[in-house]
């Protein structure tokens, strides 16, 4: 978009302009950045001195697709549940196949979500939907507060609107909106109802509304205790993290929220409690495969969520959407045929084309095909990665091979889950930022990721990052900020 590149320049010859040259600014932003923790194992998480932005286009075009992604995948998720050969499909571990079996007790089973954009002009094209422990959120938030009032932005929001679109504050009201649906449901079970989804499906789409606290907990006056659950054990990286950001939120929106980690939960007498600390809600850090490699399913997180004594937040069943698979079951039109118009149109435009690698036939964009054989002919517009990023499988990127190495990684791909996938473009945009003191531009992969609350998109930040794959100490987030011509 030629108006969004005027822009970026525009902003460069803001940074080189006398009033900024000397870059005392930036060491008061890197400053402010550390005074409101926002680094990571002692780094700071933005190098960058340019916000990400986006057009209001764009970021309109993000909501609409963003939405009516998760409502395909929400309604792929009761399919599959409902079907053992396609919950087969989804290659889930036999604990986070029983796990998902268990209803949460609210509707959706992603409270809080985050999708990997690339995005360029006038295309969107989804890399990743991430649902089990999604990030982000408080940090990309604390970053536009300081970047919308450090001197080379405020000068140029002379010439251009600048949106901050934060998530906080939707985020804790889904959390709420949850537990309202969690707390009807737990009450029709304790008065002899059957307690299931459809049950409390009285409350419509729950998250259309304002879901404030005010309206009580299907009549408890009390606010939840809220847990905020997350591994910290001695290999945890040090220094305070994004956790602390949201619990003190939490804090000053009059919740009572403590960091826990699993070793400290225990279950008696109906409730889960950390030492003197009773749970009413967890917030789950702390992905399944992270959680099942350290304990088993007699954990008291598990027993207290079996019982529904506690309002787990994302619900376990949120593990499927982290399987890549699910973008082979999404894209598989003998499945979606009958989902809405809206939903089909944003599967074809924006999710690449996904199977499972396993022998047999399969169709792509509506032709059968032998599945190893076309792997095998097209490596060049395709790539092969781990179901599941926990694994320590890695990724393979036919462009970049020959075809003796690619069809060995076939062949791998075939002994352990892995799906081969279209190749998604990236998109690389020029970043100012200093180097020793001195002002550079450099090239960098953009990966935008919106944020999602009870399958409303609201909040978005960006990764920035040297390539896929690559580790350069220059990666990190960077601010989002919708962009309009005054």
Not at 88 to 102: F, H, N, Y
Not at 279 to 307: G, N
Not at 442 to 458: I, Y
Not at 478 to 484: E, N, Q, R, S
Request: some cysteine; overall charge neutral.
């Amino acid at each position: 978009m030629a108006h969004l590149q005027e822009a970026i320049s525009r902003y460069n010859k803001i940074l080189e302009a006398p009033a900024h040259k000397d870059l005392s600014w930036v060491k008061l932003l890197h400053e402010q950045m550390e005074a409101e923790r926002l680094s990571a194992g002692g780094r700071l998480l933005c190098p960058f001195l340019r916000p990400n932005f986006v057009t209001r286009r764009q970021y309109e075009s993000m909501v609409k697709t963003g939405e009516a992604l998760i409502s395909a995948i929400e309604r792929m998720e009761q399919i599959v549940l409902g079907s053992p050969a396609l919950l087969g499909r989804m290659q889930l571990l036999p604990a986070e196949k029983m796990l998902a079996t268990v209803d949460p007790g609210y509707q959706m089973s992603e409270v809080a979500a985050r999708f990997d954009l690339h995005l360029s002009n006038g295309t969107l094209q989804v890399v990743q939907y991430n649902a089990d422990s999604p990030s982000g959120l408080a940090w990309a938030e604390g970053l536009a507060d300081i970047f919308y009032d450090c001197p080379p932005v405020k000068e140029f929001r002379k010439r251009y609107t600048l949106t901050r679109v934060g998530g906080k504050k939707y985020f804790l009201l889904a959390l709420l909106k949850a537990y309202k649906q969690f707390s009807a449901s737990k009450n029709q079970l304790r008065n002899g109802s059957n307690g299931h989804r459809n049950g409390f499906n009285g409350n419509g789409n729950g998250h259309n509304g304002n879901g404030h606290e005010g309206n009580g907990h299907n009549g408890h006056s009390k606010k939840p205790n809220i847990a905020i659950l997350e591994l910290r054990g001695p290999f945890t990286a040090g220094g305070p993290g994004e956790y602390e950001l949201i619990r003190e939120f939490f804090g000053e929106e009059g919740y009572a929220t403590e960091i826990v980690s699993p070793e400290q939960l225990e279950y008696r007498g109906g409730v889960l409690r950390s030492g003197n600390f009773d749970i009413d809600l967890i917030y789950r850090r702390v992905s399944a495969q992270e959680f099942l490699m350290r304990f088993d399913l007699s954990h008291p997180l598990v027993q207290a969520y079996r019982d529904h004594a506690v309002c787990v937040v994302n619900s376990f069943r949120s593990e499927m959407t982290h399987k890549k698979a699910l973008f082979g079951l999404l894209t598989d039109e003998a499945l979606t045929g009958k989902f809405p118009a809206a939903e089909r149109r944003a599967i074809k435009d924006h999710v690449p084309w996904t199977r499972l690698v396993a022998p047999g036939k399969t169709a792509y964009h509506e032709r059968p095909i032998d599945l190893l054989d076309f792997i095998n002919q097209n490596r060049e517009k395709l790539v092969l990665k781990p179901n599941d990023d926990y694994s320590e499988q890695q990724s393979f990127i036919g462009a970049e091979m020959d075809q003796e190495a690619w069809e060995r990684a076939v062949r791998q791909a075939q002994r352990s889950p892995y799906v081969v996938q279209e190749k998604v473009e990236p998109v690389r945009s020029v970043f100012p930022m200093v180097t020793y003191g001195h002002l550079e531009y450099r090239e960098m992969q953009v990966d935008v990721h919106p944020q999602a609350f009870l399958g409303k998109v609201s909040g978005c930040a960006s990764w920035l990052s040297s390539g896929a794959g690559a580790y350069s100490s220059s990666a990190g987030l960077a601010p989002t900020f919708i962009i309009d011509q005054k």
